[in-house]
T-cell receptor, first 114, second 113 residues
């Protein structure tokens, strides 16, 4: 089936550890995105990528890093520099640059700091 | 700062009634608008997109856009308990042509039998 697959669904991180969230899509979409959602709040953009080997910071990029080596994959690393990483992380994709293209979401990953 | 504002709710409506969800946005140049539904603990799913002033209907859902007033709304007719969820309004400010969405915090809808 076509879609966006995020893994793991649940992840626990110890203080000072880096963790990587995986995002894979088989929709042949050019653009991919990472959003963060905190309880009772809307989604905030962390990073986005329009094409392979290119990505841009979103509104809350500090403490995060990404790579886009393949069109299908856009992993997010939450580094120890992110002081409050506990949140729901959503990967998304869309066909491209046009403002009318719809963004579709994966099922999300819950990250908890222990 | 480009913003999207929604009433957090909860908006409580009886089953069978019309639910009206509202959203305002600050960037007058915005061109595309989306409504997503999000059940608790799940990811957002697209309900409607609208690009032109006026109404757009899809089944029980109607999106309304008024660019002059910078206002977009979602009407849900014949509300069902299964419609109980948080509804997110999203706006594409079309900055630099990139397809980035700015989300409101969402309105929680509760449909009671």
């Amino acid at each position: 089936d076509g879609g966006i697959t995020q893994s793991p669904k649940y992840l626990f991180r110890k203080e000072g550890q880096n963790v990587t969230l995986s995002c894979e899509q088989n929709l042949n979409h050019d653009a991919m995105y990472w959003y963060r959602q905190d309880p009772g709040q809307g989604l905030r953009l962390i990073y986005y990528s329009q094409i392979v080997n290119d990505f841009q910071k979103g509104d809350i990029a500090e403490g995060y890093s990404v790579s886009r080596e393949k069109k299908e994959s856009f992993p997010l690393t939450v580094t120890s520099a992110q002081k409050n990483p506990t949140a729901f992380y959503l990967c998304a994709s869309s066909t491209g640059r046009s403002s009318g293209n719809t963004i579709y979401f994966g099922e999300g990953s819950w990250l908890t700091v222990v | 700062q480009k913003e999207v504002e929604q009433n957090s709710g909860p908006l409580s409506v009886p089953e069978g009634a019309i639910a009206s969800l509202n959203c305002t946005y600050s960037d007058r140049g915005s061109q595309s608008f989306f409504w997503y539904r999000q059940y608790s603990g799940k990811s957002p799913e697209l309900i409607m997109s609208i690009y032109s002033n006026g109404d757009k209907e899809d089944g029980r859902f109607t999106a309304q856009l008024n660019k002059a007033s910078q206002y977009v709304s979602l009407l849900i007719r014949d509300s069902q308990p299964s419609d109980s969820a948080t509804y997110l309004c999203a706006v594409n400010p079309n900055s630099g042509g990139y397809n980035k969405l700015i989300f409101g915090a969402g309105t929680r809808l509760a449909v009671h039998p």
